[in-house]
């Protein structure tokens, strides 16, 4: 199986501070990752996907890097609505194994 | 806007198999390149995929569950379901039906989710 692995584990941020949460891979993935946002209560939503596409509706503040193991989330301007915890997953592997989450808190 | 609504017992007695069942609105279960999959979250903890079927009706599992799992489609119905057998108090977790998205060959994404039940495991 394939393990993620997110550093941080949780980290705290203040409105409008640049965020940045990475994401390894226990082997190569190629540019197989996605990043979700999910907030208390609620499913997980989709932030970015193929390591660098934003999903549509997604606001441009969300952007994604990387290839191979090393990865990264990177939240240009935090906004009082992006307090939540993040999952990378990798869909190298039919196993869609995802990392152990980030949270961001205040 | 595809929509996807799990539906089955919250509790389910130890030994017993757990059933689910996850309707989707908005769009046909039979077309398009999608594979419809089933992912957990134990309460506080982390996200596990349990498994999936394609459109096809070919499936895959994860191994840890393999044993345990089955998942099916009713294309009639427009819905697909899991079942896990022999369940433990380790079972009980939030179950998510889960859509995912095919892109660059055999990449995939999950885009679409129910908004989850809670499976409690419990004599």
């Known amino acids: 199986d394939i393990q993620m692995t997110q550093s941080p584990s949780s980290l705290s941020a203040s409105v409008g501070d640049r965020v940045t949460i990475t994401c390894r891979a226990s082997?190569?993935?190629?540019?197989?990752l996605n990043w979700y946002q999910q907030k208390p209560g609620k499913a997980p939503k989709v932030l970015i996907y193929?390591?660098?596409s934003l999903q549509s509706g997604v606001p441009s503040r969300f952007s994604g890097s990387g290839s191979g193991t090393d990865f990264t989330l990177t939240i240009s301007s935090l906004q009082p609505e992006d307090f939540a915890t993040y999952y990378c997953?990798?869909?190298?592997?039919?196993?869609?194994?995802f990392g152990q989450g980030t949270k961001v808190e205040i | 806007q595809v929509q996807l609504q799990e539906s089955g017992p919250g509790l389910v007695k130890p030994s017993q198999t757990l059933s689910l069942t996850c309707t989707v609105s908005?769009?046909?279960?039979?077309?398009?390149?999608?594979?419809w999959s089933w992912i957990r979250q134990p309460a506080g903890k982390g996200l596990e995929w349990i498994g999936r079927?394609?459109?096809?009706?070919?499936?895959n599992y994860n191994p840890s569950l393999k044993s345990r799992v089955t998942i099916s489609v009713d294309t009639s119905k427009n819905q697909f379901s899991l079942r896990l057998s022999s369940v433990t108090a380790a079972d009980t977790a939030v179950y998510y039906c889960?859509?995912?998205?095919?892109?660059?060959?055999?990449?995939?994404?999950?885009?679409?989710w129910g908004q989850g039940t809670l499976v409690t495991v419990s004599s």
């Open positions: 889960v859509r995912a998205s095919e892109y660059s060959g055999y990449g995939y994404y999950f885009d679409y």
């Open positions: 908005g769009g046909s279960i039979s077309s398009g390149s999608y594979y």
């Open positions: 079927i394609y459109t096809s009706g070919s499936t």
């Open positions: 082997q190569s993935i190629s540019s197989y």
């Open positions: 193929a390591a660098s």
């Open positions: 997953q990798q869909s190298y592997s039919t196993l869609g194994t």
